[in-house]
């Protein structure tokens, strides 16, 4: 995730793979593997992972198993795979703040999980979609920005999937560019955060667009602004905070496989090579376009981590600037 206020200003499982690349002895274990995703069911990031999740088995030439294993944001299914055994049979699907923001707000944690997880590929590139309840008088970001500013201080609420989710920072990096204030409303997971502003409790979200999309075609909620640097074709009548008033404000994030370090270099280039073959399939870009979401850049592992690095760096200075802390 990352947010560009400014031109200046930094701000973004499944065959072939193993079989192929690695010799008979290094091929398959014949083990499942299990793709960790570290929320619950229903979210963006599982929508995504059970998108991402046949193709990937398909190219490894192994069954894929998803398993949801959610709680703090994503870092207990975070920290779940980094503790796993190292053979290349637990790997974690996550969103790019389980690795770059959630661990500078875990307080006393004695994983570092720069060095506990290692990247195999990012499959996909994302922003966001702010959504609010259709009784929200306000159709356009300025409409929204005004009636924010009418209200008393914490009358108005943005939900998110816990502490360090990406819509709660999406969310935190709003507010910091509109110059508003909103009270954070944390749950476990993005579905049950988006579905609260669905039934009016909550007044809006800043959701990835997988689960959003199809809510806000249905008209239960109205979407006023998405995050990115362009539209989203799947939306195209949505304009961007840029266009809609807040020049130069970017805010995006990804979706990635990592896997535990230790994992040996023959299984790991296999592991890339299957996950990037499948993040390229007609069929899974399909899908992302559909969700509003867009292909991942094409660049090798090793560029992957280095901006993985890059960006981890960035949020271990914002989150002190911003004062973040776990609830």
Do not use: C
């Not at 091929?27 to 069911?41: F, N, S």
């Not at 579905?191 to 990835?208: H, K, Y």
């Amino acid at each position: 995730m990352r947010i560009l206020p400014r031109p200046t200003r930094r701000g973004v499982l499944a065959g072939l793979g193993a079989a192929a690349l690695a010799g008979p002895a290094e091929a398959q274990t014949g083990r499942p593997i299990t793709l960790i995703v570290p929320y619950a069911a229903g979210g963006g990031t599982d929508i995504v992972g059970r998108e991402f999740a046949p193709l990937f088995a398909e190219a490894m030439g192994q069954t894929v198993v998803v398993d949801n294993r959610g709680g703090a944001a994503g870092h207990v299914g975070s920290v779940s795979v980094a503790r796993a055994r190292p053979d290349g049979t637990t790997l974690l699907f996550a969103v790019s703040t389980n690795i770059v923001v959630n661990p500078h707000l875990q307080k006393g944690d004695r994983l570092d999980l720069a060095t506990a997880l290692q990247p195999v590929a990012q499959v996909s590139t994302y922003q966001y979609v702010l959504v609010v309840h259709p009784d929200v008088p306000a159709r356009t970001l300025p409409e929204l920005i005004t009636h924010i500013r009418s209200r008393p201080k914490g009358d108005l609420t943005y939900s998110s999937g816990g502490v360090g989710n990406a819509n709660h920072l999406a969310g935190v990096l709003f507010s910091e560019a509109a110059g508003v204030q909103m009270e954070h409303v944390p749950y476990r997971g993005t579905a049950p955060a988006l579905l609260d502003v669905v039934a009016g409790r909550v007044t809006m979200n800043f959701s990835s667009p997988p689960p959003a999309l199809a809510l806000v075609r249905e008209g239960k909620l109205r979407a006023i602004a998405v995050t990115g640097e362009a539209r989203i074709p799947a939306i195209p009548e949505v304009p961007t905070l840029t266009e809609a008033g807040l020049p130069g404000t970017v805010i995006t994030g990804w979706h990635g496989v990592f896997a535990p370090a230790g994992v040996p270099a023959a299984q790991m280039e296999a592991m890339e090579a299957a996950a990037r073959k499948a993040a390229a399939a007609p069929r899974y870009l399909d899908r992302l376009a559909h969700d509003g979401l867009e292909p991942a850049p094409e660049r090798p592992r090793a560029a992957f981590a280095a901006a993985v690095a890059q960006e981890s760096a960035y949020w271990a200075r914002k989150v002190k600037e911003l004062d973040l802390r776990l609830e």
